[in-house]
């Protein structure tokens, strides 16, 4: 079973689920605990390959990586706490593993929040993807991810979410990192199948201003998805919203999930 921490709250019947992206951990989320722990149970796991399910569990991960394992990952730390259903609260490629949950298990899921939501691979993006796949033998993986961070991160004021997802890959280990790459092989495909059909399920996206490679997408979605979704973009932000607007991104999703469950 993957790592995962629970920091309980008696008083709450409800769960937020968080789940962090590729090349970061659960210690990503550090800013977000203790201000949703005053209002619900909180459960934060680590990926297969990253933070405390690296070692231990990467001799049990043999086969090909695909979003639906990472998926059933998740889904049996849910069952073995005897969580009937959550909160789902993701960052960049978490948002691809909670969507691929609530397509496998929708009863679960009683709200997704996706953050930094990866729902297109715009033409830069794809390039990126190429290169990767073209050097993720010859190259040294941090390498390949210090580039994307400046890619995907470009702008100074997003320099402590580069920093904290560069140090929190180098703790990956370069064949865990190729795992996690060709995943993008199948990207494209499940991204067009997320983007027609609207689950039934109420989701929140939150996006950055300045994350100019995702949020167009995430626009032209919550457009035709109107019955279930609801956008919020976060000033003078890139990629990590949780990260570099911690308490704007903590007060939008504690009162979106107060509002529609709650109250």
């Known amino acids: 079973m993957i790592s995962y921490t629970v920091y309980e709250n008696n008083a709450s019947p409800e769960w937020v689920t968080f789940v962090h992206g590729a090349g970061g951990s659960s210690s990503i989320w550090f800013k977000q ?30 086969q090909k990586y695909t979003f639906k394992a990472i998926a059933e990952d998740v889904i049996e730390v849910i069952d073995f ?121 109420p989701t929140l996206y939150v996006m950055g201003e300045e994350d100019y490679m995702f949020l167009p997408a995430v626009k032209e979605v919550v457009k035709n998805h109107f019955r279930t979704s609801e956008l919020f973009v976060v000033p003078n932000c890139g990629h990590v919203v949780n990260v570099e607007q911690a308490l704007v991104f903590n007060n939008t999703v504690v009162s979106y999930i107060q509002r ?4």
Not at 35 to 48: A, E, G, I, P, S
């Open 33 to 62: 605990i203790r201000d949703f722990q005053k209002h619900f149970n909180v459960l934060v796991v680590d990926l297969r390959g990253h933070g405390n399910s690296n070692k231990s569990l990467s001799k049990g991960f043999k």
């Open 81 to 201: 706490l005897k969580i009937k259903k959550s909160h789902f609260v993701g960052i960049s490629l978490g948002s691809i593993v909670i969507r691929q949950l609530a397509e496998m298990q929708s009863e679960k899921v009683k709200s997704m929040i996706l953050g930094g939501a990866i729902l297109k691979m715009n033409f830069r993006s794809q390039i990126l993807m190429r290169l990767g796949n073209t050097f993720k033998y010859v190259l040294p993986y941090l390498i390949l991810y210090k580039f994307f961070a400046f890619v995907i991160m470009p702008k100074k004021n997003h320099r402590k979410s580069r920093l904290l997802f560069i140090n929190e890959a180098k703790k990956i280990y370069q064949k865990e990192f190729i795992k996690w790459f060709k995943l993008t092989a199948e990207i494209n495909p499940i991204l067009r199948y997320f983007r027609q059909i609207e689950l039934d399920i």
């Open 260 to 263: 529609k469950f709650i109250a």
